[in-house]
T-cell receptor
Framework: GAVVSQHPSWVICKSGTSVKIECRSLDFQATTMFWYRQFPKQSLMLMATSNEGSKATYEQGVEKDKFLINHASLTLSTLTVTSAHPEDSSFYIC????????????????FGQGTRLTVV | GENVEQHPSTLSVQEGDSAVIKCTYSDSASNYFPWYKQELGKRPQLIID?????GEKKDQRIAVTLNKTAKHFSLHITETQPEDSAVYFC?????????????FGTGTRLTIIP
C-alpha cells in the first residue's frame, strides 16, 4: 500500500517560535495533500488543500499567513506554524492522494502518523 | 459546502454482537464515502469505502450501505471483537479525481465489552 511519513511525531516549542512539519509520500506521487487539525476527542478539521506546484487553498477561518503550506514536489509537503501560541497546540495530520503504486491512490486518502504540537 | 453528521458519538457493544454507525451528508454531488478507524494517538486507517454507483459493499465482518436518495450511509461491523474498539469516522467527497477534499463526520467512539 501507499505510505505517508510525517515528521516529527511530536514537538514542544516556545511561544512565538515557528515549527515545521513534513509529510512525505514514500512510494507514490502525492498530487494533492490535505492538512488537518484534530483536537482531543474531536473530528479531523481540514485546514487546507494543496496541489503540487500550486498555492494552497485554505478553509474558511484558517490564517494562511500563520499556517504556511508548501507542496513543491510530488513527494513532499510541509506545514509551518509561524509564531506559535499555546492555542495552536493540537494534533496536526496530513493526508495524501495521488497516483502511483496501488489500486486506488487517486481516491483513497493515506494519512501520515500525525504530529502532536505543544506550545509552552 | 458539504456537511457530514455522524451518530452515535459513543457506542458500547458486547463482544460478538453487531455495531452500526450512521452518517448523513448534505451535498448531492458527493459520490465517494470512506470509513476510517483511528486508534488513540494513531493515524486514521481506511477500513472500507463505497462509491455512489454501489448500494452495498462487504469485506469480511465489515459492510457499508449507501442510500443516495436519502443521503445517508452506514457502517456495519458484525461479530465484534475487542480489537474493534477505536474511533470511527465517516467521510464524504465529490468526484473521483483525487484532489477533492474529504469532509469528515464527528466520529464514533466504539467500545467492545469483553
Amino acid at each position: 500500500g501507499a505510505v505517508v511519513s510525517q515528521h516529527p511525531s511530536w514537538v514542544i516549542c516556545k511561544s512565538g517560535t515557528s515549527v515545521k512539519i513534513e509529510c512525505r509520500s514514500l512510494d507514490f506521487q502525492a498530487t494533492t495533500m490535505f492538512w488537518y487539525r484534530q483536537f482531543p476527542k474531536q473530528s479531523l478539521m481540514l485546514m487546507a488543500t494543496s496541489n503540487e506546484g500550486s498555492k494552497a487553498t485554505y478553509e474558511q477561518g484558517v490564517e494562511k499567513d500563520k499556517f504556511l503550506i508548501n507542496h513543491a514536489s510530488l513527494t513532499l509537503s510541509t506545514l509551518t506554524v509561524t509564531s506559535a501560541h499555546p492555542e495552536d497546540s493540537s494534533f496536526y495530520i496530513c493526508s495524501a492522494r495521488g497516483v502511483g503504486v496501488t489500486r486506488a491512490t487517486n481516491t483513497e486518502a493515506f494519512f501520515g502518523q500525525g504530529t502532536r504540537l505543544t506550545v509552552v | 459546502g458539504e456537511n457530514v453528521e455522524q451518530h452515535p458519538s459513543t457506542l458500547s457493544v458486547q463482544e460478538g454482537d453487531s455495531a452500526v454507525i450512521k452518517c448523513t451528508y448534505s451535498d448531492s454531488a458527493s459520490n465517494y464515502f470512506p470509513w476510517y478507524k483511528q486508534e488513540l494517538g494513531k493515524r486514521p486507517q481506511l477500513i472500507i469505502d463505497i462509491r455512489s454507483n454501489v448500494g452495498e459493499k462487504k469485506d469480511q465482518r465489515i459492510a457499508v450501505t449507501l442510500n443516495k436518495t436519502a443521503k445517508h450511509f452506514s457502517l456495519h461491523i458484525t461479530e465484534t471483537q475487542p480489537e474493534d474498539s477505536a474511533v470511527y469516522f465517516c467521510a464524504a467527497s465529490p468526484g473521483s479525481f483525487g484532489n477533492e477534499k474529504l469532509t469528515f463526520g464527528t466520529g464514533t467512539r466504539l467500545t467492545i465489552i469483553p
